[in-house]
């Protein structure tokens, strides 16, 4: 039986405002009564010809990630959408949605993520939009779903019973069609496509050794399809490649904090010639070769640089877009390749209409985000396999392949460090009082240089006109080091206050210094302008990256 019911609530809910990758909240917040249904109402609300049309839905396996699918397929029963498509047992990366969606020509795509963020029933759950381009939904629609969520006092739900989603089929439930599918199919052809697998697996298993760390997150049957069942390498290159709801109490963020047993592999005991890991929902990285981490502004540069090296690229590339806070480093090769370099906001978002356009083919984020055309997302494996293509073209070790890029183009020294639950109120005093100090630095001595530029970055997208503000906050020096500011959105506990420093450093310097030593000027007289070690009462930061 398909009885529609309207349930209503008492009054509506006003903290459900998206941020740039969606919504997320505490487990325990989503498991709230009706809170995850009326924002899926909101959602749904703000698609246009919803009624007969297709959706995506899918999550990165963490606590909850059934039960909240169950419950959309029972909203969109009851809104008459004509199909929506799910992966079997609800796993879907989110790059793999971004596929299935553009492949399947659907009006959007739930994604049930936190991404990086900890999961279980004490962690965190979050729920994204993507539209008809396979990207996050930009920042209008967003806006939309938040003030609808503000006024919204009930939804509409079926009481239809769901399938069990732990097998592929076709099912009618009323005027919907539930359609269970491999969701690992649709996007291992995909990188077939891009890349050379028998390349890289005669590469592999002629002694170069991988490990890959799935983090107990999606990406792990993705890189067991993927290294295992096609490539043919042993079942042991993928470590912690079994999903689980709490991510076996990891923290699924590919950094070399909360990676530190690969690290350790790595870096310490040498153990592999090349490591990679994925985060929570597939769409970041984290490159390590043997003895050496490879910096994310670097290896979108060094993606950029070697185009040539993949199949799916052998064309030429239209253009290179970077979030202004990762480093310059891609826009020395730009340059070099005379192809147009852009600078955008943080946010994968930003680079939709720039792709969509045709005015970039490669994309990237320092916060370990590395993407293009193929998909709307950043795409975590697809830069773990362009990483790997590379290397086997020039039969070359991670180490030998970065100091040759920088012995072309110049190191970028470059740092990320991260306070992260800090207190909302002395993150937001850190970064009022820098606001305030903008106009008296500039023509100003910092670290040692003066200061030509001092501001709060805007962009103006090139495409559509629209103009985002208060991107974060930029001190710019005559060499051109940098020193950036932000406030993420990424968290759900307190503030997380993100510091950022870059120096250049021609082919003539030092190429091979640690780069908290390069930086050491910035980041000290930072710290003796804001007193941050003081105020957050930290004596290091949480990351370092």
Known sequence: MNEVNVINIKNPFLDQKPGTSGLRKSTLKFKEEHYLEIFIEAILKSLNNLRGS????????RYGNI???????????AHKVGKVIIPKNGLLSTPATSHLIRKEEAIGGIILSASHNPGGIDGDFGVKLNTANGGPAPESITDQIFQCSQSLKSYKISNIKIPDLDKFGVFSLGETSLEIIDGLKDYSDLMENIFDFDQISDFLK???????DAMNAVTGPYAKNIFVEKMGLVDACVMNGTPLEDFGGLHPDPNLTYASKLADLLLVQKAYSFGAACDGDGDRNMILGQGCFVNPSDSLAVIT???????????????VARSMPTSSAVDFVARALNIPCFETPTGWKFFGNLLDSNLITICGEESFGTGSNHVREKDGLWAVLYWLQILAVKNCSVSELIQNHWKQYGRNYYSRHDYE?????????????????????????FAGNLVKQADNFSYLDPVDNSISKNQGLRIILEDNSRVIIRLSGTGTKGSTLRLYFEKFANSQHNLDLNPQIALKDLINDLDHLLNISKLTKMKKPTVIT
């Open 305 to 319: 640089a070697n185009t040539n090296c993949v199949p799916g690229y052998k064309d030429g590339i239209a253009g």
């Open 206 to 212: 002629n002694d170069f050794s991988l490990i890959f």
């Open 54 to 61: 297709t959706l995506v839905v899918g999550g990165d396996g």
């Open 67 to 77: 039960e909240a699918i169950e419950k959309i397929i029972q909203i969109c029963v």
């Open 421 to 445: 639950a800090i207190p909302s109120t002395i993150a937001n005093q850190i970064f009022n009082n820098l606001s305030s100090m903008l106009p008296s630095l500039k023509n100003n001595k």
